[in-house]
């Protein structure tokens, strides 16, 4: 299984940003994905979660994203989307996905990263 994630650049400060991040199948099937969340690291800082999503669609985020930025995710397509609007230059990090993704029926799940994605906001 493998994350792929896209929609980062540079923004200005007040705009919007959408990213997307699918999970496909490599050597291992996917049966069903369980939570999906995003997390970033911005420079010299700890890798901080923002946003996750469970499978019944309950979500939760950091404080200082609250109302801003919505996750949501399209079961269909094993994709998970995180919407940033009035994005502030301390938003600026790389944004990792993640999925805790079962392979089998039977198999524990797994938790699963994508490669990470760029955001840049400019003052």
């Known amino acids: 299984v493998q994350l792929q994630a896209s929609g980062g650049g540079l923004v200005q400060a007040g705009g919007s940003r959408k990213l997307s991040c699918a999970a496909s199948?490599?050597?291992?099937?996917?049966?069903?994905?369980?939570?999906m969340a995003w997390y970033r690291q911005a420079p010299g800082k700890q890798r901080e979660l923002v946003a996750r999503?469970?499978?019944?669609?309950?979500?939760n985020y950091v404080d200082s994203v609250k109302g801003r930025f919505t996750i949501s995710r399209d079961n269909a397509k094993n994709t998970v989307y995180l919407q940033m609007n009035s994005l502030k230059p301390e938003d600026t990090a790389v944004y990792y996905c993640?999925?805790?993704?079962?392979?089998?029926?039977?198999?524990?799940?797994?938790?699963?990263w994508g490669q990470g994605t760029l955001v840049t906001v400019s003052s």
């Open positions: 999503i469970t499978s019944d669609r309950s979500t």
């Open positions: 993640t999925a805790r993704i079962r392979t089998s029926r039977l198999g524990p799940p797994a938790d699963y």
């Open positions: 199948r490599t050597i291992s099937s996917i049966f069903n994905i369980l939570n």
